[in-house]
């Protein structure tokens, strides 16, 4: 049973197998304010710790006699001292024998914190158990510290690996979490005021805050963060910050490390209840204040990202011809497809083009080496000087060294991939001129397909390119043309997917429209590089 449990101080466990001493002992300490928990053996303190782990009230410091009828006190130490959960217990022993050096190198070997000879004077009793404790709470306030200083560096980590504001958002929140350990939400908002929100994994997808929400939290970030430099640390009550964030239903206080990144334009905020982030303690916060700091570092690049993204896909969609705006081409149906990547961060170099020369239709298909900015504005130049091209040569095998000799003068670093095919919509007649692309594929209405034997060297490598392929084209035949963002996927070898592409061609229904559709059904599903797809077919 407790002595004393009305006590406010320490609880101390004594463990002494004499009745007279335990009292004794239980006497002293309570008079000084501890509450004493009493057992007579150490597998009596090995149970009644099992039980107080479980309800969570661990004494602070246990006083061992060295002499117990089942173990030693040295043992029983060792013993707790093996238990991860009981590790930190300081250990003070007790012994009314005469102290030898042995017995106490032994205790402190053992990891007690202090060694009495009994009797001793009750300020000494008082002392050594204060001082145990204080030891004890010091070496676990710094493992705490270092527990709390490793998830924050292998959060900033994650937080560095995001490769969208999205997975950003949702890395902090989760570090968030674990920092403080209670519910977090984290906000980044961008240069075009768009939203991103990150939840904890602990929050269920039950009840999820509403865009009225989503709106409340923008505009606050908004007027908190005006001219803000560094990190603030400021509450929002209840009534101002909207339920459901931490918990579905429920209202909080909120506690928010806000920041903005260098150019002061994107804010950024990791919010958590105000009474969960209390019971961390104020390092929480500090450490708290340190994430919001790299979250807002690890913002920039993605938000430099994102607005090259938009220019590329702006640059890409007024360059690229919608199905709608393609030039009319007679004899032939010709059905593109164009869809970007679904990684925000990267910018892809696909293109496509449909030209009519003097000697048929210039299909043309290709793609730049490379993700980036560059990759767009180069592909630009690609389309636009094969179109300048074709105004007095339709030879593909011409027009791909007349594009490999263009990248050469103006691009010595780049490279790209592109494949031409020259239909006469009166014979069928196609040529194929292919510099390191995927090769057209041939859908027969047999159901059968096969790619076209045609290959070569990539532009820009100024290596010389073969004679053309040349085929013919039934009326019901229809020729394909993808970049490999359809069908690459990592860890895949390219022929294989390269098969099941042929496969899944070769089982779509009839007509150049039901090609393309099936073919983005099957494949087009959050693809990590941009899709550019050209399918035509010779009209009756």
Same mark, same amino acid.
């Given at each position: 049973?407790?002595?004393?449990?009305?006590?406010?101080?320490?609880?101390?466990?004594?463990?002494?197998?004499?009745?007279?001493?335990?009292?004794?002992?239980?006497?002293?300490?309570?008079?000084?304010?501890?509450?004493?928990?009493?057992?007579?053996?150490?597998?009596?303190?090995?149970?009644?710790?099992?039980?107080?782990?479980?309800?969570?009230?661990?004494?602070?410091?246990?006083?061992?006699?060295?002499?117990?009828?089942?173990?030693?006190?040295?043992?029983?130490?060792?013993?707790?001292?093996?238990?991860?959960?009981?590790?930190?217990?300081?250990?003070?022993?007790?012994?009314?024998?005469?102290?030898?050096?042995?017995?106490?190198?032994?205790?402190?070997?053992?990891?007690?914190?202090?060694?009495?000879?009994?009797?001793?004077?009750?300020?000494?009793?008082?002392?050594?158990?204060?001082?145990?404790?204080?030891?004890?709470?010091?070496?676990?306030?710094?493992?705490?510290?270092?527990?709390?200083?490793?998830?924050?560096?292998?959060?900033?980590?994650?937080?560095?690996?995001?490769?969208?504001?999205?997975?950003?958002?949702?890395?902090?929140?989760?570090?968030?979490?674990?920092?403080?350990?209670?519910?977090?939400?984290?906000?980044?908002?961008?240069?075009?005021?768009?939203?991103?929100?990150?939840?904890?994994?602990?929050?269920?997808?039950?009840?999820?805050?509403?865009?009225?929400?989503?709106?409340?939290?923008?505009?606050?970030?908004?007027?908190?963060?005006?001219?803000?430099?560094?990190?603030?640390?400021?509450?929002?009550?209840?009534?101002?910050?909207?339920?459901? !964030?931490?918990?579905?239903?429920?209202?909080?206080?909120?506690?928010?490390?806000?920041?903005?990144?260098?150019?002061?334009?994107?804010?950024?905020?990791?919010?958590?209840?105000?009474?969960?982030?209390?019971?961390?303690?104020?390092?929480?916060?500090?450490?708290?204040?340190?994430?919001?700091?790299?979250?807002?570092?690890?913002?920039?690049?993605?938000?430099?990202?994102?607005?090259?993204?938009?220019?590329?896909?702006?640059?890409?969609?007024?360059?690229?011809?919608?199905?709608?705006?393609?030039?009319?081409?007679?004899?032939?149906?010709?059905?593109?497809?164009?869809?970007?990547?679904?990684?925000?961060?990267?910018?892809?170099?696909?293109?496509?083009?449909?030209?009519?020369?003097?000697?048929?239709?210039?299909?043309?298909?290709?793609?730049?080496?490379?993700?980036?900015?560059?990759?767009?504005?180069?592909?630009?130049?690609?389309?636009?000087?094969?179109?300048?091209?074709?105004?007095?040569?339709?030879?593909?095998?011409?027009?791909?060294?007349?594009?490999?000799?263009?990248?050469?003068?103006?691009?010595?670093?780049?490279?790209?991939?592109?494949?031409?095919?020259?239909?006469?919509?009166?014979?069928?007649?196609?040529?194929?001129?292919?510099?390191?692309?995927?090769?057209?594929?041939?859908?027969?209405?047999?159901?059968?397909?096969?790619?076209?034997?045609?290959?070569?060297?990539?532009?820009?490598?100024?290596?010389?390119?073969?004679?053309?392929?040349?085929? !013919?084209?039934?009326?019901?035949?229809?020729?394909?043309?993808?970049?490999?963002?359809?069908?690459?996927?990592?860890?895949?070898?390219?022929?294989?997917?390269?098969?099941?592409?042929?496969?899944?061609?070769?089982?779509?229904?009839?007509?150049?429209?039901?090609?393309?559709?099936?073919?983005?059904?099957?494949?087009?599903?959050?693809?990590?590089?941009?899709?550019?797809?050209?399918?035509?077919?010779?009209?009756?």
């Amino acid at each position: 049973m407790d002595v004393n449990d009305k006590q406010t101080g320490t609880t101390v466990l004594v463990v002494d197998d004499v009745a007279d001493s335990r009292y004794a002992l239980a006497a002293v300490l309570s008079r000084a304010g501890h509450r004493v928990v009493p057992v007579a053996t150490g597998y009596e303190a090995l149970t009644e710790l099992d039980i107080r782990l479980r309800k969570g009230n661990v004494p602070d410091v246990a006083l061992i006699d060295v002499n117990l009828p089942d173990m030693s006190g040295f043992e029983l130490c060792r013993r707790l001292k093996e238990r991860p959960r009981m590790a930190g217990l300081p250990v003070v022993h007790c012994s009314a024998g005469a102290a030898v050096p042995r017995d106490r190198c032994q205790a402190l070997d053992e990891g007690a914190e202090a060694y009495l000879t009994m009797p001793a004077e009750p300020e000494a009793i008082e002392a050594a158990v204060r001082a145990a404790v204080r030891a004890g709470r010091m070496r676990a306030d710094g493992q705490a510290q270092v527990r709390r200083l490793t998830l924050l560096s292998e959060a900033i980590v994650t937080i560095q690996a995001a490769r969208s504001l999205q997975e950003l958002a949702d890395a902090a929140a989760d570090a968030t979490a674990r920092l403080t350990g209670s519910p977090a939400a984290v906000f980044v908002l961008d240069h075009d005021d768009k939203l991103y929100r990150g939840l904890s994994r602990d929050r269920t997808s039950v009840a999820l805050p509403d865009e009225g929400a989503h709106r409340t939290v923008a505009g606050l970030l908004r007027r908190l963060t005006r001219a803000q430099s560094g990190v603030q640390i400021t509450t929002v009550p209840a009534p101002l910050w909207p339920t459901g !964030f931490f918990r579905p239903g429920v209202q909080h206080d909120a506690r928010l490390a806000l920041t903005v990144t260098q150019d002061g334009k994107a804010p950024v905020c990791l919010a958590a209840p105000t009474r969960g982030l209390r019971r961390a303690g104020p390092e929480a916060e500090a450490l708290l204040a340190r994430l919001a700091q790299a979250t807002a570092l690890a913002a920039e690049p993605l938000l430099m990202y994102q607005v090259e993204r938009h220019v590329a896909l702006t640059l890409q969609h007024s360059f690229l011809p919608q199905p709608h705006r393609l030039p009319e081409l007679p004899g032939l149906d010709v059905v593109v497809r164009y869809v970007p990547a679904s990684r925000e961060t990267e910018i892809g170099g696909d293109f496509y083009a449909a030209l009519r020369t003097r000697e048929g239709v210039l299909a043309a298909v290709g793609d730049v080496v490379g993700h980036s900015l560059e990759a767009a504005t180069v592909m630009v130049e690609i389309r636009h000087a094969l179109r300048a091209y074709c105004v007095d040569e339709s030879d593909p095998a011409v027009l791909a060294e007349r594009l490999d000799r263009m990248l050469q003068h103006y691009h010595p670093d780049v490279t790209a991939t592109v494949c031409l095919a020259l239909v006469d919509p009166d014979t069928g007649r196609t040529r194929i001129a292919n510099a390191g692309h995927i090769p057209p594929l041939i859908i027969r209405d047999t159901h059968s397909a096969d790619y076209a034997k045609a290959g070569g060297p990539l532009l820009g490598l100024g290596l010389p390119h073969p004679p053309p392929t040349e085929l !013919f084209l039934e009326p019901t035949d229809r020729l394909l043309m993808v970049t490999d963002g359809l069908i690459e996927t990592r860890g895949t070898d390219l022929e294989v997917s390269m098969e099941h592409l042929r496969a899944a061609a070769s089982g779509s229904l009839p007509g150049p429209d039901a090609l393309c559709d099936t073919l983005l059904a099957c494949f087009g599903h959050e693809r990590e590089d941009d899709i550019a797809m050209l399918a035509l077919q010779l009209k009756n």
